[in-house]
DNA sequence: TTAATATTAGCACTAGGTACTAAAACTAAT
DNA sequence: ATTAGTTTTAGTACCTAGTGCTAATATTAA
């Protein structure tokens, strides 16, 4: 090894973890921290196909547009397969590692969570439904890179207030059940507060 | 008004729409779809104070980089203020119109969930616990812009079991409950499978 | 010492701009 | 129609964060 600071090798597995963790660092910026030629850097990046940092942060840009629209925005969380509107509905969801813990690769609840309560919803009227009581039952863990069936049923409607079970399963072995109480507003006439 | 194509006025209220809409619009691009030359489009949005194409897709991607981190990644879901590991722990999140239905301005379920299961999760240790059963009642609805306040606190301890009942409140009304079952699983010598 | 590998340097070129000046075209009012 | 004002177009120099290329220099291993 170079007596001057580290070796090759370590030095493109840190600019990889580097740029893992922040994408947004420019080829100058590298350079000096590792106290290399800016030429070198890109050197690098040529053998491990790393794109430019406009490249990277266009990438961001893109991928994570659509993620936090169907995560944070109106759409559904999972993929609708059908519908029976008023009466039941399914959509599938495929994990990967981005929706587990680290250490255990186990799918956190709140995703499952999620995709549950948007079929729910969908099953219903997405636009003016909301959810009242939720009664959940996680059966078994749910681990990254498994496919999550969700099935929706209308049991009861009373009103404006709708019982739909929900039941997710992994290859045929459910992992989770839970009972939503869903209460529609009356959106066009309901300015008597 | 101008006889071919369509006035100043109404060429910038496209443009602020059209960039709103898809922000990877370069002023080529546009200069092409306006039938105007490159020149006009800089003007406009010099006028309009819209950044350059580079900026607009930095600020996607940084403003969805943290967003999908802390819903998508490993980090606690609202802000943890006050934590006695093993016993009690409080978070806050401050909501806005992106947690909420667009038409009726009420936070979404699954982010309450998502506050209550992390506080749960963060007073056991947020590494190694899996949500096992929760039994949760919304007592009343979410607005966009409320304060989420979740307490979440250790009622009864079994072997690898815990019992955390979380509560959730906005300005000391009373907005969610849920009693989380939490299972830690021992992930050093766990091979035996 | 030689050969191979790694690093640095320099140059031309690129996209998608900014900042500026100047000319041309269109519009409205007298 | 002429003048004044606005709008649009054109062109130049410059910027960043690069690519792609060639060539020279260091460093290391045999």
Redesign the interface.
Known sequence: MSRKGISKKDRQDNLLEKLHSDP?VTDEELSEAFHVSIQTIRLDRLELAIPEL?ER??N???N??S??KS????EI?GELIDLDLGKSGMSILETDK??A????D?V???HI??QA??IAIAVIDA??A?????????KN?VFAGDKLIAKAEVTRTRGNKYFVWVFIKVKQVEVFRGKFLLVS?N?DNSKED
């Open positions: 947004f406009r942060i266009k961001v840009a893109e994570n547009y993620k936090v995560l944070h925005g109106g969380v981005s929706f813990f680290e250490k255990t186990v956190k609840g709140q969570f999620a309560e948007s636009s003016v909301l959810i009242g009581v939720a009664n959940i039952k996680y863990p507003f959106t």
